[in-house]
């Protein structure tokens, strides 16, 4: 399978915190992002990393990919109650073939 | 641009009976992908269409079927219900393949 793997499978942090969640995947990629879910609700962009980037920025999250060891990594810098969600990543391997999902991370950020 | 919508957000239905979700793409989008989430499975990739025409497939029965509208309006229909089919019913949209999918709130099904 193709499917990506994310690591740990659930997280829990205090406010102001980072928390850092990895996903692995098995063969090229194209591209890779990342999405954010609140509870029971649709899924929400959240960054996109091509396979020739190695680092990417957007406010307060951080991801970075890399190629060689198949693995990319989420750091959501000074943690906030809204954060509170499962982060799922999902890689698209070329052509016309669909994006695969990984089962996410629960992250649980305390106030 | 207004998002993704589906429709019913929530549906109700017994065993046996069928159902058809709705969803309308980002207006230009061209790609809709369906997904079913499940606590015990995750976020499982049903189908893909794009100008009409399915382009990938998930591994679901063909209980499991879809069509996509020249408007690029998109159903998918359930038929036989079983109560293993209770999920969330996601539906995205996307310029392209691989590109960023834009998630509608999905469709939460019931099934008794």
């Known amino acids: 399978s193709q499917q990506g793997e994310e690591d740990p499978q659930a997280l829990s942090i205090q406010e102001g915190e980072n928390a850092t969640m990895n996903c692995s995947y098995k063969t090229s990629i194209n591209n890779l992002q990342w999405y954010r879910q609140n509870s029971g609700r649709g899924l929400v962009h959240l960054i996109l990393?091509?396979?020739?980037?190695r680092e990417k920025h957007s406010g307060r999250l951080r991801v970075t990919l890399d190629t060689s060891k198949k693995s990319s990594s989420l750091l959501i810098t000074a943690s906030r109650a809204a954060d509170t969600a499962s982060y799922f990543c999902?890689?698209?391997?070329?052509?016309?073939?669909?994006?695969?999902f990984g089962k996410g991370t629960r992250l649980s950020v305390i106030a | 641009k207004a998002g993704v919508t589906q429709t019913p957000r929530y549906l109700i239905k017994t065993r046996g009976q069928q159902v058809t979700l709705s969803c309308s793409p980002i207006s230009g989008h061209r790609s809709v992908s369906w997904y079913q989430q499940t606590p015990g499975q995750g976020l499982q990739f049903l189908f893909e269409y794009f100008s009409e025409t399915q382009r990938n497939k998930g591994n679901f029965p063909g209980r499991f079927s879809g069509r996509q509208f020249s408007n690029s309006r998109s159903e998918m229909n359930v038929s036989t219900l079983e109560l293993g089919d209770s999920a969330l019913y996601l539906c995205a949209s996307s310029s392209t393949s691989g590109e960023t999918q834009y998630f509608g709130p999905g469709t939460r099904l019931l099934v008794l």
């Open positions: 999902a890689t698209f391997h070329s052509g016309n073939t669909p994006l695969v």
């Open positions: 990393i091509r396979s020739n980037e």
